[in-house]
Nanobody
Framework: QAHLAESGGGLVQAGGSLRLSCTTSGRIFSSMGWFRQAPGKEREFVSATTWDMGTTYYADSVKGRFTISTDSAKNTVYLQMNSLKSEDTAVYYC??????????????WGQGTQVTVSS
């Protein structure tokens, strides 16, 4: 079992930055990632990486603005979000899964952290 705990969400103006963090109680699988769900929309994939950051994935909507990274010693994954837009407003969920499943069928989910971007 792995328990994921996110932090770092909040309210920011458009064009600003936030960094989300997620720590897992157990490093069971090869990768970590992030999903998000905006009001009235389906949950969508945002980004994922292997622990060594040798393989990373980004949704087209965040490429060039968001950066995923890990600190293996701390069992933590980060999501640096720059140039935030109002459409980035969502609850962001941390996930933990094998790399082959992390974008489609993550095994473990965090409780979510709210990110609100004001225009």
């Amino acid at each position: 079992q792995a328990h994921l705990a996110e932090s770092g969400g909040g309210l920011v103006q458009a064009g600003g930055s936030l960094r989300l963090s997620c720590t897992t109680s157990g490093r069971i699988f090869s990768s970590m990632g992030w999903f998000r769900q905006a009001p009235g929309k389906e949950r969508e994939f945002v980004s994922a990486t292997t622990w060594d950051m040798g393989t990373t994935y980004y949704a087209d909507s965040v490429k060039g603005r968001f950066t995923i990274s890990t600190d293996s010693a701390k069992n933590t994954v980060y999501l640096q979000m720059n140039s935030l837009k109002s459409e980035d407003t969502a609850v962001y969920y941390c996930v933990h899964a094998p790399i082959a499943q992390v974008m489609s069928r993550p095994t473990y989910w965090g409780q979510g952290t709210q990110v609100t971007v004001s225009s």
